[in-house]
């Protein structure tokens, strides 16, 4: 089954309201021509420039995503965002867990659990994150820990709500350090995610879950990564940040999809 590529820039701490809407009034016409049947792009912005952007994207195939969800409905969590003020704000989708979140803000599996029932529930559509550190990587440690954060980080969903998610491996030590995982080497790793998968949800919900490759990911190295056959699109930091560069890496993406 073909999965549709899917990728998504996360913009983290950068870009104000009025950037970002510069950004994807950029953006839009560089990437008018990508067919919805075999790609998605989306933009995960910050918090305070959801709305201006969601506005921006209106009547365009840029869909629109955040970088986090608190659980709770409401209530005393400073600095947090609930699912329905980010579906009342236009979002498709979110992003959760990623591997900065872990590292600063003491995010773990379990937290990644919770706010995936919650963005679920409420129509949100999760690109939850692993990966493993460099030093786990060395100590032959990369099956355990993708392992375990698939097995508590997506704990308790149904088949069909993980056959219909996003995944995205991002080895740490190629976060923003300009190392990319070789595609032989991601390949292995993204295959690996998907046979987990398998086990944990059955051999459909492996089919259809898109599994995104993050790291140093560049128009240089987009196509021959995503030629790989287990590997469905990327979550994009630095180079999403300009719209030549996320719209060349957007289309070079899908030259290796073949799509
Ligand atoms: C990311 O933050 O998810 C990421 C992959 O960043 P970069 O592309 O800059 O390595």
């Avoid at 809407?21 to 959801?50: G, H, Q, S």
């Avoid at 969590?77 to 872990?102: C, D, N, P």
């Avoid at 097995?151 to 740490?172: F, H, I, R």
């Avoid at 469905?232 to 070079?252: E, R, T």
Wanted: net charge negative; aromatic share 6%.
């Amino acid at each position: 089954m073909a999965r549709k590529v899917i990728v998504a820039g996360n913009w983290k701490m950068n870009k104000t309201a009025s950037e970002g809407v510069a950004l994807v009034e950029a953006l839009k016409p560089l990437v008018a021509d990508v067919c919805e049947c075999c790609a998605e792009v989306v933009v995960c912005p910050t918090f305070t420039t959801l709305s201006a952007v969601v506005e921006a994207c209106k009547g365009s195939n840029v869909k629109v995503g955040a970088q986090n969800v608190h659980w709770a409905e409401s209530g005393a969590f400073t600095g947090e965002i609930s699912a329905a003020m980010l579906k009342e704000a236009g979002v498709e989708y979110v992003i959760i867990g990623h591997s900065e979140r872990r590292q600063y803000f003491g995010e773990t599996d379990a937290t990644v659990n919770s706010r995936l029932k919650a963005a679920v529930a409420a129509g949100l559509k999760p690109i939850v994150c692993i990966g493993e550190t460099l030093e786990e990587r060395e100590g032959n440690k990369t099956e355990a820990v993708l392992g375990k954060q698939l097995e508590d980080g997506l704990k308790d969903l149904d088949s069909a709500t993980v056959g219909a998610m996003v995944l995205a491996y991002e080895p740490v030590w190629a976060i923003g350090t300009g190392k990319t995982a070789t595609p032989e080497m991601a390949q292995e790793t993204h295959a690996f995610i998907r046979s987990k998968v398998a086990e944990l949800f059955g051999k459909e919900a492996a089919e259809n879950v898109r599994i995104q490759y993050g790291g140093s990911m560049k128009p240089e190295n987009a196509e021959e990564l995503v030629r790989q056959a287990d590997i469905d699109g990327g979550l994009i930091g630095g180079a999403a940040l300009k719209a030549d560069s996320f719209a060349a890496l957007v289309k070079n993406a899908i030259k290796g999809a073949g799509c």
